[in-house]
């Protein structure tokens, strides 16, 4: 199936797409901020930033329910905030402080949200692929109609365990969907230099589970795409595949400067196909807002960024005795 791209005049209305608008900007902003906080010092260790690939998350949080889950590899502040997890509390759990998520003790790929059943943040490349089957297991034997968000790379689409889940997954017809983010990279290597064939989406027709490539720069396509795939699971189907074609502006991680790319090739991405720049100009050309309605929207969102690196560093560094808690699970 070709990708799916949405037509000039989408049937759509002001305030969905303002939504996806403040969303998208939301993970941006708090990015570049993260970004800034890491150049400082005051983020430690990994942090794999997300900035190009909001319209993915963004899109498919737009089709799920209350009670639907998501799991993710370590790229993962845009799919918690996209849940609706407090920005203050994954800064302050980047920066290593008390008042972040895991209480300072986790960072950018270890923070869990029960109330938003966001089941992490997986640094091992892959290994959320059969967690997010398991979660589905578990709500297909409570019979509860919910269905799980799995999220990993096309990197990580070439690991032996995502066929193993694939497999079971369709053997158990799991209200799963596997959304690969193929932003074309893994770390340094390029996905025609990996992948033996690039269609990663027909993976799944070995195991009869069918599969889609969307257009990840573009939100609503995204939302269509995710309709779809969530109906499929709620009507008892078994699994979905979506292959969300994306970029990502920055390096894998902070600390990679990116020779292995051109300059030129991410700025063309950026200023053909940034997703936030689509949803603005639908804005504008289909006079929902104004410029000026915009630029309120960009200071709100600035300000919430701002309050969240604020409490960051208001919030202080773990105690010693917080290395004794959250070891074992409450009997
Ligand atoms: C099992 C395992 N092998 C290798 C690594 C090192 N590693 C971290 S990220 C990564 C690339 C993954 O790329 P992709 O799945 O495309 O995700 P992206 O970073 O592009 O979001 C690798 C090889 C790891 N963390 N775990
Ligand atoms: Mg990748």
Redesign the pocket.
Known sequence: MAARRTTKKPNVSKEELLGYYRDMLMIRRFEEKAGQLYGMGLIGGFC?LYIG?EAVVVGLEAATEEGDKRIT???DHGHMLACGMDPKGVMAELTGREGGYSRGKGGSMHMFSKEKHFYGGH?????QVPLGAGLAFADKYNDNQRVTFTY??????N?GQVYETFNMAAIWDLPVIFVI???Q???G?A?QRSTSSQEIYKRGEAFGIPGEEVDGMDVLAVKAASEKAVAHCRAGKGPYILEVKTY?YRG?SMSDPAKYRTREEVQKMREERDPIEGVRQLLLTGKHATEEELKAVDKEIKDIVNESAEFSKQSPEPALEELWTDIYADA
């Open positions: 794999h690939q590899s370590y790229r640094g091992i490349v892959g290994a990993f790379g096309d990197g990580a689409a690991q983010e193929n932003n990279y893994a770390m290597t996905q990502r894998h």
